[in-house]
């Protein structure tokens, strides 16, 4: 049952509206008086209102202004025995749902009618789809339901719908920017754009004019105005990723734009407003450096009103299962074919690693454990596996060669000449000999990575990871040539 408002200065046209509405199963509010319908339309919040247009006090343009105001889904349709199409223009430019003329048809304003309370459905259904997939994926790319994590979807929950500046802390890795994207989906300022600046990748004489826009000849090579990330960023947020990054003279002019919330396109005189909201992240102490001289403090409050710390992978190792299973799917999908199994060695092997490196370092883990492993089950490498494999690989140093007959013996060796020095880059040591025991092992059997990777005892795909990793040039003529498809 709809509720339908009907207003009309003629009480019979009041009284056949009303029936009609009525007979099919809705419930009607007659009003022949359109001051009193307007004290009224607010607490009875109607389905549809069918005005008449021309009355005494108020016009049915009245009406509709109003319902726009305090019932922006209420659907207005108006209805005049005066039919032209300057107004029929005139009423749907002020946002009429459908314009009648009379005399009309009972047939024709039943059909009106229901077809504004199924528009009305639709646009309720939508709103009620949108809050859906707002809180479906507002967090979809983030994974773990960790006590520490759970913390943080309540925060961000509280704080979505606040104007109120957000820093986000946390290392590298750990996923700061899919929280901020989780604020902004999560946020009133949904609907609008999200701006993503990092501010640590941009020449520092092109910041105010990345930051606040430029007008044509304001530099050399401007040939026309460009909009900055602030008029990008009107009406959603703009995210400034790596802000301790940020120089300190432009961190006074970043200041100064979000305490006035209005900016100055370079070379222009007049000042601009904007509305966006500052959500800004960094994997840096920046009260350390405040103290240090390195931030400013006024900056600092301003940008830390709520702050969000997001842990480290090491704090929340019962996030692993979940974050592999999400982190391994990616890549199915990003690669086109089956990624093997996680099985419970894999796994096991996955949480003796450190993972300093937090999400990143995961995720480049199971790359190499693809690309590396044979059959149907994930195989992960050992912490120490690459540095054992290599190091077994670099063949023993040749015995000693006797001295001949009449040469006095050598001196016995001292306790520098027995060790050879410690390297000051272990890994990059081990990938110089891991890539001469594969350019030796290639140029042997022709490049054949087949018969390479049988020499050397290792499958077909470490020779294809190892060539890529170590960046080895293949021949061209043969590139493939041999090998086992």
Not at 203 to 228: H, I, M, Q, V
Not at 374 to 379: H, K, M, R, T, V
Not at 404 to 423: H, K, V, Y
Request: hydrophobic fraction near 40%; aromatic fraction near 4%.
């Amino acid at each position: 049952m709809a509720k339908i408002v009907i207003i009309d200065d003629e009480p019979a046209m009041v009284e056949v509206i009303s029936t009609l509405c009525r007979e099919n199963g809705h419930q009607a509010y007659p009003f022949s008086s359109a001051e009193r319908a307007m004290e009224s339309v607010e607490a009875i919040s109607p389905h549809v209102v069918i005005a008449d247009i021309k009355m005494d006090k108020f016009s049915g343009f009245d009406v509709l202004e109003r319902c726009r105001e305090i019932l922006p889904q209420t659907a207005v349709i108006l209805i005049t025995a005066y039919a032209s199409v300057e107004k029929a223009v005139e009423a749907m430019k002020k946002g009429a749902y459908d314009y009648v003329t009379k005399p009309f048809k009972i047939d024709e304003l039943k059909l009106t009618v229901q077809r504004a309370l199924d528009f009305q459905a639709a646009l309720r259904e939508n709103v009620i789809l949108k809050k859906e997939l707002k809180h479906k994926y507002r967090f979809e790319n983030i994974v773990g339901s960790s006590r520490s994590m759970q913390l943080i979807y309540q925060l961000i929950n509280k704080v979505a719908d606040t104007d109120s500046t957000i820093l986000i802390q946390g290392e590298s890795g750990t996923g700061k920017e899919l929280v901020a994207r989780a604020l902004h989906a999560s946020s009133q300022r949904a609907d609008g754009p999200l701006v993503a600046v990092n501010c640590g990748a941009i020449p520092e004489n092109l910041l105010e004019a990345e930051f606040f826009g430029a007008r044509k000849g304001s530099y050399t090579g401007s040939t026309s105005d460009r909009e900055g990330y602030f008029q990008a960023a009107r009406g959603g947020t703009l995210f400034l990723d790596e802000i301790g990054d940020l120089p300190l003279p432009m961190q006074s002019k970043l200041l100064r734009a979000i305490q006035e919330r209005s900016i100055r396109p370079l070379g222009s005189t007049q000042e601009e407003t904007v509305d966006v909201r500052i959500v800004s992240a960094t994997h840096r102490d920046l009260a350390a450096d405040v103290q240090a001289g390195r931030f400013r403090q006024d900056l600092y409050y301003r940008l830390n009103v709520i702050e969000l710390l997001i842990p480290p992978l090491r704090e929340r190792r019962e996030d692993l299962p979940a974050l592999c299973e999400a982190l391994l799917a990616r890549i199915e999908q990003e690669s086109g074919t089956p990624v093997p199994r996680l099985g419970a060695a894999a796994l096991k092997r996955i949480t003796q690693h450190p993972l300093t490196g937090n999400v990143r370092e995961l995720e480049n883990l199971l790359h190499r454990a693809v690309a590396l492993s044979d059959g149907n089950e994930l195989q992960v490498e050992h912490p120490a596996a690459t540095t054992a494999e290599v190091a077994a690989a670099v063949p023993a140093p040749p015995p000693p060669t006797p001295p001949e007959a009449g040469t006095p013996p050598a001196p016995p060796p001292t306790a520098a000449s027995e060790e050879p020095p410690l390297p000051s880059d272990l890994q990059a040591w081990l990938d110089q000999h891991e890539r001469e025991i594969l350019v030796r092992a290639l140029r042997e059997t022709g490049f054949n990575r087949t018969a390479t990777a049988a020499r050397l005892g290792i499958s077909l795909r470490q020779i294809r990871y190892r060539i890529d990793r170590l960046n080895i040039a293949m021949p061209q003529d043969g590139d493939n040539h041999g090998e086992a498809q």
